[in-house]
């Protein structure tokens, strides 16, 4: 039995960084990861995906660039392998870094594999086991997939295998119309396919304000992105090389499905039950506000606690901790303002909200703008119609009701 001051399981966007801190202060660290440091932010989420949807952008650019005044002749065209493998560098980069320097660090160990609890105080990984006093699980979130009728005969994509293309769909559906699902529904069609969006809520971004819906539905709509809500039944059946998608009676041929339906933690292979860690109903690590578990010793960061869903959540998380345990400073979970984007373009953002009587709870308030106008924008000034987007809102620049309109 291998003996350490701590045990980090998942090296997503909280637990290196802690564990880097205790190894920097002269603790014996390890840090088990089963497929690639830095988790479903370097390699699967935000840092691929924002560096596709900057391809996107360009392309949707370089389409208009005749609005703007500037000619570049001929058919706008998408090299997709291209366009994977900037993707790819990036990711390439961003874990090399990781690698590098965690790598460097005295008193840490990085161990590839699996890591499952054996005891509170002990986990077992490629059949050795590791035990220390404080155990950190940083262990993510992975896509669900529904028992949609047929699913199972088709060749579905989730977020992280549709990283993996590098041609382009003839026609993608794209099931699920909520911060992923949209991401890559809009960049799809920038990068030319037909996209079809089909989402079960009565409107897209269900969990945001209805006046946000509009607007997202109008920007697809102008980009030529078909949109089904408040669809309750979808079943899929093979038709040759396509793929039928039957969405309440509608029917349409597709080459490609992404199923971008929710996340679910990665915490039912961990043997949480053994250490006598509660989750909840959907597997999320039920923690106090500074994040310990029902175990005392064991801690859950990151998405797995159900209290974030972001790299900046997860990584504060880490920042909650270390204060906590490392710089004697109290701090709490329940302290955190929410803020988040969707990246869509115009990218959609949310920050707080000092409306009297919101029915955010006074906690959020939501706004739409290309970022590229953030400083005092007003319906028709001449800085939007500059950037002729022609599309966006804004409702908050900091100073709650100064202003509150669409442009
Ligand atoms: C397509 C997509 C786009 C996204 N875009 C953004 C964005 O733009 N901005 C943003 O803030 N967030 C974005 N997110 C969310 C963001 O990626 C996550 O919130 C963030 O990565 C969560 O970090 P984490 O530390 O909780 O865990 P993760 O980053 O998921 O890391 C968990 C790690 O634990 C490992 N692991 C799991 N179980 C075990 C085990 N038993 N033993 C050993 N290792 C294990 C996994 O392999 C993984 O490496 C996106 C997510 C997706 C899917």
Redesign the pocket.
């Known amino acids: 039995m291998r003996q350490y001051d701590a045990i980090f399981?998942?090296?997503?966007?909280?637990?290196p960084f802690l564990a880097a801190r205790m190894a920097e202060n002269g603790l014996k660290v390890a840090l088990?990861?089963?497929?690639?440091l830095g988790?479903?932010?370097v390699n699967?989420?935000?840092m691929p995906?924002?560096t596709l949807v900057a391809s996107a952008r360009a392309a949707y650019v370089a389409r208009r660039t005749d609005d703007f005044g500037v000619k570049i002749g001929g058919e706008v065209s998408v090299d997709m392998s291209v366009v994977r493998k900037r993707a790819q560098t990036v990711t390439m980069d961003a874990r090399k870094g990781l690698i590098d320097w965690l790598g460097g660090l005295e008193n840490l160990s990085i161990i590839y594999g699996?890591?499952?609890f054996v005891a509170a105080d002990t986990v077992v990984v490629n059949g050795s086991e590791l035990t220390a006093p404080r155990i950190f699980i940083?262990?993510?979130?992975r896509p669900v997939i529904p028992t949609f009728p047929g699913i199972e005969d088709v060749d579905y994509l989730t977020?992280t295998s549709i990283l993996e293309m590098d041609t382009l769909p003839r026609h993608l559906a794209v099931i699920g119309g909520s911060y992923?699902g949209l991401?890559f529904a809009q960049m799809y069609r920038r990068f030319g396919s037909e996209v079809t969006v089909i989402e079960r809520g009565a409107r897209l971004a269900p969990r945001e304000d209805e006046d946000i819906s509009s607007a997202i539905r109008d920007i697809f709509a102008g980009e030529g992105i078909a949109v089904h809500t408040g669809v309750s039944e979808i079943s899929f059946s093979r038709k040759g090389e396509d793929i039928l998608l039957n969405a309440d009676g509608m029917s349409r041929d597709v080459s490609h499905v992404l199923v971008a339906t929710g996340?679910r933690p990665?915490t039912d292979?961990?043997g949480l039950e053994t250490a006598g860690v509660e989750t909840d109903a959907r597997g999320y690590i039920q923690v106090n506000d500074r994040l310990e578990t029902n175990v005392p010793g064991i801690w859950a960061?990151?998405?797995?606690n159900g209290r974030g869903?972001?790299?900046?959540t997860?990584y504060n998380d880490f920042e909650i901790v270390a204060a906590n345990l490392l710089d004697a400073d109290d701090r709490k979970v329940s302290s955190r303002v929410p803020a988040?984007a969707l990246?869509i373009d115009p990218p959609a953002w949310t920050g707080r909200d000092d409306r009297k009587g919101s029915p955010r709870d006074g906690t959020k308030r939501r706004c739409v703008q290309p970022h590229h106008v953030q400083g005092r924008p007003r319906k028709g000034t001449q800085r939007n119609a500059g950037i002729h987007e022609g599309c966006g809102g804004c409702r908050h620049q900091g100073n709650p009701g100064s202003h509150d309109s669409w442009y």
């Open positions: 399981i998942g090296a997503g966007q909280a637990g088990i990861e089963r497929k690639f988790g479903t932010c699967a989420g935000c995906t924002k699996h890591a499952r940083n262990v993510g979130a977020s992923i991401e996340r990665n292979d961990l960061l990151g998405d797995c869903a972001f790299t900046h997860s988040y990246y």
